[in-house]
C-alpha cells in the first residue's frame, strides 16, 4: 500500500508541475494581439498629436525592441517548443548580419533593393543552422548548451579571420547606410525603419503561430514534452529537430540582417556572447513556450540594457551610494527580482494575474 | 495460430554495455505474451531492440518479414505500438492533441474518427478530459492515454511496457480489463512486459521469464502459473 501512496503523492506533484506550465494553444488569434498591431502601426502617426513623445529617436529604440523580439521569438521556437537549449543565437544573428552587410556593402545596386537581403539572411542561416542542427542531434541537454556556446565564442572570431577580411572587413567591420523610404514616402529614415521592421516582425509572428498550431507543432512541442514516445509514436523526431533548428536559425538571422540596416554597421565584438546570453534572458524573462512573451522578452533585453545603464549612473550621481553598481550588476538584480516575481516570465505572470483577477 | 511476432537471438547494446545476450520468443496472432523479469533484467530494452531505439544485432521478424534495421518510425508504420514505460505522456499537449499525434501517420480519417470513437467508449474518463492539459491527468489517467495513444496508430502489435506501474490495484484490474478487450475487439496482438507476474499471468497467453539479458525460463501461463516450483524460484511468490 505504501508504493500506491508514494505513488499518488508524486501524481500530486506532477500535476501541480504540469499546472504551472502555460495553458494549451489557442486555436486562433486573440483579439488582443490585432489590437497590439494595431497600436503599432498607428504609433509613428501620433507624433502630430504628441510631437514630445513620439520621437525619431524613440521609434528608432522601439525598431531595436522589435529585433530583438525577432531573434528572441527564433530561439523560442527551438528552446521553447522543441525543448533544444542554445547558447549560441548569438552566432545565427551574427550570421545574418554579415550576409546582409556584405550583400549591401559588395553589390553595387544592392542598396536599393535592401529588401532582398531578408530573404537571403533567412536562407543563408537556415542552412547553416540545420548543418549545426545534423551533429547537434546526438547531443542532450548539457553537452548541446556547450556545443551552442562554443558556436558562439567561435563565430565572432571567424569574422575577424584575416582570410575573410575582403569581405567582412575584419575588425573594423563594415559601414553600411541606413535604408531611405521607398516610393518618395513622406516618412524619416528613422519612421520607414520602424514600419520596415513592424512588417517583418508581425509577418513572422503569424507564421510562428501557424506552425506551432498546426500537426508540425503539435510534433515539435511532443518532442520537447518527451522525445521517445514521440519516436514511438511514428514522429521522425531527427527531422524535425534539425528543421526547427533552422527555422530557428533562420529567424534569429532575419534579426541580425534587420540590425545590420538599423544601426548601418556590422563589426565581430557586437556579436560577442553577451548577445546569445540576452537573447536567453528574453527567452525566459519574457517566457518560455510561449509567443507573445518572445515579444515581451524582446523589447525586455532592449529596455533592462538601456535602464540598467541609467540606474546605475542614477545610482552613482544621485544617490550619492558609497560603492559603484556597475550597469552589469543592475541588469543582474533587476533579473533576480524579475524572475522572484514571475517564475514563468512576463507572459506567464501576467496570465496568472489575470487569471486571479477574474477569480 | 500463426506467428505474428518472433524475436531470434536478440542482442541490444547501450554504448559499449550489452543489456541483451540473445533473446528468442514469440508472439502468436492475437495472442498475449508476456515478458517477466525482475528490474534490470531487460524487458525494456528487448522492446526498445524491436523498434530499433538501441543497438542491436539479431532478426526481429513481423509477418514473416524482417524488420531489422528500419527506422523506428517505419517499424511505427508498419503497425507497432509502443507503450513506452513511465507512460511517455506529452505533458504541455491536451489529452485531445495527445490522441491527433497518434493519428499523424494515418491519412484514412474516417478509421481516425472510429478509432477515436472507440478509446472513448474503452475510457470514457478520457473524454471528460479531452480538452485538459495530459500532465495535469492522474497517475492512472495518464496509463489510459498512453495506450489510447497507442491504439490511434491503428496497431497490429501493441508493445506494453509496465502498464501497472505506480498505479492503484483498482485502476490497474481497470485497465487490464481494457487491454484484455482490446486485443479481442481490435485483434492487436500484445507484448506485455510486467513486474507483476500473477498480473500479467491472468492476462496473457505465453510467458517468458528474462535475467540479465536473456531468457531463463519460458511456457504457456497456465503451466507457468500453477507451477510452484517455478514461481518460487523465478518469480518470488
Ligand atoms: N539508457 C541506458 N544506458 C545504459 N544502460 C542501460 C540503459 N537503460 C538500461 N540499461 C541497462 O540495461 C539493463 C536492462 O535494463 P532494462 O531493459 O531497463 O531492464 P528492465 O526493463 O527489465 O527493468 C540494465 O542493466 C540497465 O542498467
Ligand atoms: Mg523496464
Not at chain 2, 73 to 83: D, M, N, P, T
Request: net charge neutral.
Amino acid at each position: 500500500m505504501a508504493t500506491t501512496e508514494t505513488a499518488a503523492a508524486a501524481d500530486a506533484v506532477a500535476r501541480q508541475a504540469a499546472t504551472a506550465e502555460p495553458p494549451a494553444r489557442a486555436a486562433a488569434v486573440k483579439p488582443w494581439v490585432w489590437a497590439v498591431v494595431a497600436v503599432a502601426f498607428v504609433l509613428p502617426l501620433l507624433k502630430f498629436v504628441i510631437p514630445g513623445v513620439i520621437s525619431d529617436y524613440r521609434l528608432f529604440v522601439i525598431s531595436t525592441m522589435m529585433i530583438a523580439a525577432i531573434a528572441v521569438l527564433g530561439l523560442n521556437l527551438l528552446t521553447g517548443f522543441n525543448g533544444q537549449i542554445s547558447l549560441g543565437h548569438g552566432a545565427f544573428y551574427a550570421v545574418g548580419a554579415y550576409t546582409a552587410a556584405v550583400m549591401l556593402d559588395k553589390i553595387s545596386w544592392m542598396p536599393d533593393y535592401y529588401f532582398l537581403t531578408i530573404p537571403a539572411a533567412a536562407v543563408m542561416c537556415f542552412v547553416v543552422g540545420y548543418l549545426f542542427g545534423l551533429p547537434a542531434l546526438r547531443l542532450e541537454g548539457h553537452y548541446l548548451a556547450l556545443a551552442t556556446f562554443a558556436l558562439a565564442l567561435a563565430v565572432p572570431q571567424l569574422l575577424k579571420y584575416k582570410w575573410l577580411e575582403g569581405l567582412t572587413g575584419g575588425v573594423q567591420g563594415v559601414v553600411l547606410l541606413k535604408p531611405s523610404p521607398p516610393f518618395g514616402l513622406p516618412l524619416s529614415e528613422d519612421q520607414w525603419l520602424y514600419y520596415y521592421i513592424l512588417v517583418i516582425m508581425v509577418a513572422l509572428y503569424f507564421i510562428a503561430f501557424n506552425i506551432l498550431r498546426g500537426r508540425n507543432g503539435r510534433a515539435m512541442m511532443a518532442i520537447r514534452d518527451h522525445q521517445m514516445a514521440a519516436d514511438t509514436m511514428g514522429i521522425d523526431t531527427a527531422q524535425y529537430k534539425t528543421v526547427t533548428f533552422g527555422i530557428s536559425a533562420a529567424y534569429t538571422g532575419i534579426a541580425g540582417a534587420l540590425s545590420a540596416s538599423a544601426i548601418a554597421y556590422v563589426a565581430p565584438d557586437s556579436f560577442g556572447f553577451f548577445l546569445s546570453i540576452s537573447l536567453l534572458i528574453g527567452l525566459v524573462v519574457g517566457g518560455v513556450a510561449s509567443l507573445a512573451g518572445s515579444i515581451i522578452g524582446g523589447v525586455f533585453t532592449v529596455l533592462v540594457q538601456n535602464s540598467a545603464q541609467a540606474l546605475s549612473k542614477f545610482v552613482k550621481n544621485d544617490l550619492g551610494l558609497p560603492f559603484d553598481l556597475s550597469a552589469y550588476a543592475v541588469y543582474g538584480i533587476l533579473l533576480l527580482i524579475l524572475m522572484y516575481v514571475m517564475p514563468l516570465g512576463i507572459a506567464g505572470g501576467i496570465v496568472m494575474a489575470w487569471r486571479r483577477l477574474r477569480g | 495460430m500463426t506467428t505474428v511476432l518472433e524475436v531470434k537471438d536478440l542482442k541490444a547494446y547501450y554504448g559499449q554495455t550489452q543489456a541483451l545476450h540473445g533473446v528468442s520468443f514469440e508472439l502468436l496472432e492475437g495472442g498475449i505474451t508476456t515478458l517477466l523479469g525482475a528490474n534490470g533484467a531487460g524487458k525494456t530494452t528487448t522492446l526498445r531492440a524491436i523498434c530499433n531505439m538501441v543497438r542491436t544485432e539479431g532478426d526481429v521478424v513481423f509477418q514473416g518479414r524482417s524488420i531489422r534495421g528500419q527506422a523506428t518510425e517505419s517499424i511505427v508504420r508498419l503497425g507497432f505500438a509502443h507503450v513506452p514505460e513511465g507512460r511517455g505522456t506529452f505533458t504541455t499537449l491536451t489529452v485531445d492533441e495527445n490522441l491527433r499525434i497518434a493519428a499523424y501517420t494515418r491519412s484514412d480519417k474516417a478509421a481516425v474518427k472510429r478509432d477515436l470513437d472507440m478509446v472513448f467508449e474503452y475510457f470514457p474518463r478520457l473524454r471528460e478530459r479531452i480538452q485538459q492539459q495530459a500532465g495535469t491527468l492522474s497517475g492512472g489517467e495518464q496509463q489510459m492515454l498512453a495506450i489510447s495513444r497507442a491504439l490511434m496508430l491503428g496497431p497490429r502489435v501493441m508493445l506494453l511496457d509496465e502498464p501497472s506501474f505506480g498505479l492503484a490495484p483498482l485502476i490497474v484490474q481497470e485497465i487490464f480489463r481494457i487491454m484484455r478487450r482490446i486485443n479481442t475487439e481490435a485483434k492487436c496482438s500484445m507484448l506485455l512486459v510486467e513486474q507483476n507476474a500473477a498480473l500479467a499471468l491472468d492476462l496473457a497467453d505465453h510467458a517468458y521469464v528474462l535475467e540479465t539479458g536473456r531468457v531463463v525460463m519460458s511456457g504457456p501461463s497456465d503451466v507457468v502459473k500453477n507451477d510452484e516450483n517455478i514461481r518460487k524460484s523465478y518469480l518470488g511468490y
